[in-house]
């Protein structure tokens, strides 16, 4: 798993029950629209992250695309983002 | 939001229109991502990222782009081969300099249609790239009889197999009732009709290059001063097969995206 990806992943885990758009990941994980789209769709295609289309808001402006991480995608956080995060942690403490 | 007139900007709209049904969810989430953001350089450069991001996408799994890649893939390297082989077996091809530029160049016209192919293969559907690839069959015929033939005939054949993108244009806005469909067929038929008229035309030179001459031909190989009639016969036909490798879709191309301006018919959506 790529650094980027870890970063996707680490920004949808901050809330991981909420809904989140494209361009507030993008800001969270610090990546640009043409390294986080590709991420995004390998981790739909594998079943990490759902996605769904907001509920009209206004007259005139579009409905946004949402993404959520699946199940796996939270099972998936517990194994890989929380240990090497810890494992982070521990080389500063060291 | 209104979207500001950038290369991005354009390219997504467009991609969306072109792109199957698989992908086109994520373009039309781009796009709405886009909108979305205020800043007209940040909307510019969240543009720019999302048209890198569909450029450098690794193509789909689905069996129509895996059937386009695969196809132009074996026309490419077929093509490759056979002006591999013409290098080799003719010698005289490689005398004096001349002949490293235009392999240069050929070289790119190959890495250029390889590139094309993988990245028309992501758009649409199996259904459209399948009469794409049909109506570029006839080229290969049209490549031999323009090798055999007289000059005069030639030209005709020649509009022929320009022709060729806009019958596929026609044939999958008729079947699919979408002119997106038809521009995606037309960008087919134009690369592998490109590729299969080098292939059968050089084929054909090959294997007929001991034929007679004709009195026309004898008079322009006197006319170049060169010694052997075989070499000269072959690296002329090599010439003019590489002239179609850029012709067939600098031409047939636009003629193919102006057939796709004719009225479908209003009766079924354009769903495919």
């Not at chain 2, 010439?239 to 193919?256: D, E, H, Q, R, S």
Request: net charge positive; charged share 15%; hydrophobic share 45%.
């Amino acid at each position: 798993m790529t650094a980027a990806t870890l970063a996707v992943l680490s920004s949808l885990a901050r809330y991981p029950g909420e809904w989140h758009y494209g361009y507030e990941l993008l800001t969270e994980s610090g990546l640009k629209s043409g390294s986080l789209y590709p991420i995004l769709i390998r981790l739909a295609d594998r079943g990490l992250l759902e996605a769904r289309w907001e509920d009209p808001v206004s007259p005139g402006r579009p409905p946004r695309h949402l993404y959520r991480l699946t199940a796996a995608g939270r099972q998936l956080i517990g194994e890989v983002v929380v240990p090497t995060g810890r494992r982070q942690l521990q080389l500063r403490g060291a | 939001m209104t979207s500001v007139p950038s290369f991005g900007g354009f390219f997504l709209e467009g991609y969306r229109r072109l792109s199957g049904p698989t992908r086109r969810e994520w373009v039309d989430a781009m796009i709405a991502e886009r909108d979305a953001i205020d800043m007209p350089a940040e909307r510019r450069r969240f543009a720019r990222g999302c048209t890198f991001a569909l450029l450098t996408a690794p193509g789909h799994r689905d069996e129509g782009a895996t059937v386009m890649r695969s196809v132009t893939a074996l026309c490419a390297a077929v093509a490759t081969g056979l002006a591999a082989f013409g290098l080799i077996y003719y010698p005289g091809l490689r005398s004096g300099s001349s002949w490293i530029p235009y392999l240069a160049l050929f070289v790119i016209a190959i890495g250029v249609y390889t590139l094309c192919g993988a990245q028309v293969s992501k758009l649409r559907t199996f259904s459209t790239h399948r009469i794409g690839i049909l109506a570029a069959i006839p080229a290969l015929p049209c490549a031999w009889f323009v090798a055999r033939g007289s000059a005069t005939t030639s030209y005709g054949v020649n509009l022929i197999v320009v022709l060729l993108p806009a019958v596929a244009a026609v044939w999958a806005m008729r079947r699919h009732r979408s002119a997106a469909s038809g521009a995606v067929a037309a960008m087919d038929t134009a690369l592998l009709a490109g590729l299969l008229f080098f292939v059968g035309f050089v084929w054909t030179t090959y294997a007929s290059s001991s034929g007679i001459p004709t009195g026309v031909i004898l008079q322009e190989f006197i006319r170049s001063g060169t010694s052997d009639y075989r070499t000269w016969s072959i690296g002329d036909n090599l010439g003019g097969a590489c002239f179609m490798l850029f012709f067939v879709p600098a031409v047939g191309l636009p003629v193919g995206l102006l057939a796709t301006l004719l009225p479908t018919l209003p009766s079924h959506p354009s769903t495919v």
